[in-house]
């Protein structure tokens, strides 16, 4: 599948993978401004989301062959790996099956773990909301907010409203990442563990990777080493972007 991109700068490539209903746009002042001025930064946005084309298929291995074909049509033989969240699984994964396409990786806020299903009210919301009687974005603001009580969070999902002939839709596939979510949130296994240079980045407010994960963690990615960045929570790359890039690029260079 041909995944939409952004690329900015140039020198060695590094791939920026989204989370979640994300999109590559959440990381473009990063990916532009930052990243770029040090390598060929490869902003993504996975199958079903932003857009890149939908599938009735999502799993980590569906995706991590979309990551294969988006390299070889880029020319890049190996790159350094950056993932949010789900898009820190798909990252660990893709390491994990395709170690030799991979240099450095970065996890950002997610362990290798199973976790419990926390994204059921959005996808409620999502539905709740009939976008054919919405004129305005407000309109669909206000009819979101209050099954979406924090402010960032409905900022961060309003990011899917796109419109097409006059009319507003989810640029998401919600049908196929609703099918798919149990996977999504499944524990990353495997037979081998990558040995490349690895670091996981946590929010020091989050839940997500807990000093408990760290064996884990070592067992997939012997080399890893974690930092936390004080007063940030998941989304510490929106959150604290000046600490995160600085930590992530001192890895990277």
């Not at 989301?49 to 049509?73: Q, R, V």
């Not at 409203?161 to 839709?169: G, N, S, V």
């Not at 990353?188 to 929010?203: C, Q």
Request: proline letters at 4%; aromatic letters at 10%; hydrophobic letters at 45%.
């Amino acid at each position: 599948m041909k995944l939409f991109r952004q690329i900015f700068g140039e020198g060695h490539p590094l791939i920026v993978i989204h989370g979640l209903l994300g999109a590559s746009g959440n990381w473009q002042t990063l990916a532009k401004n930052h990243f770029g001025l040090f390598f060929k930064t490869v902003s993504i946005d996975l199958r079903n989301h932003g857009k890149s084309p939908h599938s009735d298929n999502g799993s980590y291995a569906d995706m991590s062959s979309d990551l294969i074909e988006l390299m070889d049509d880029e020319g890049i033989s190996r790159a350094h790996i950056l993932g949010h969240s789900m898009g820190g699984k798909l990252a660990m994964y893709f390491a994990l099956n395709h170690p030799e396409r991979v240099d450095k990786l970065i996890i950002a806020d997610i362990a290798p773990r199973s976790y419990p299903r926390s994204h059921d009210y959005i996808f409620n919301a999502f539905h709740q909301v009939n976008l054919s009687e919405m004129t305005t974005r407000a309109e669909v603001e206000k009819a979101m907010a209050p099954s979406i009580q924090n402010v960032g969070v409905l900022q961060f999902l309003l990011k899917n409203l796109t419109r097409r002939d006059l009319r507003f839709e989810w640029a998401m596939n919600l049908a196929a990442i609703e099918r798919t979510y149990e996977e999504l949130l499944s524990e990353i296994e495997a037979w081998e563990v990558f040995d490349g240079e690895t670091l996981f980045v946590r929010g020091a407010n989050s839940h997500y990777i807990a000093d408990a994960d760290l064996p884990s963690i070592r067992a997939l990615f012997p080399f890893a080493t974690l930092e936390t960045i004080p007063n940030a929570g998941h989304w510490l790359h929106a959150e604290a972007p000046e600490a995160f890039s600085d930590i992530c690029l001192k890895f990277l260079r």
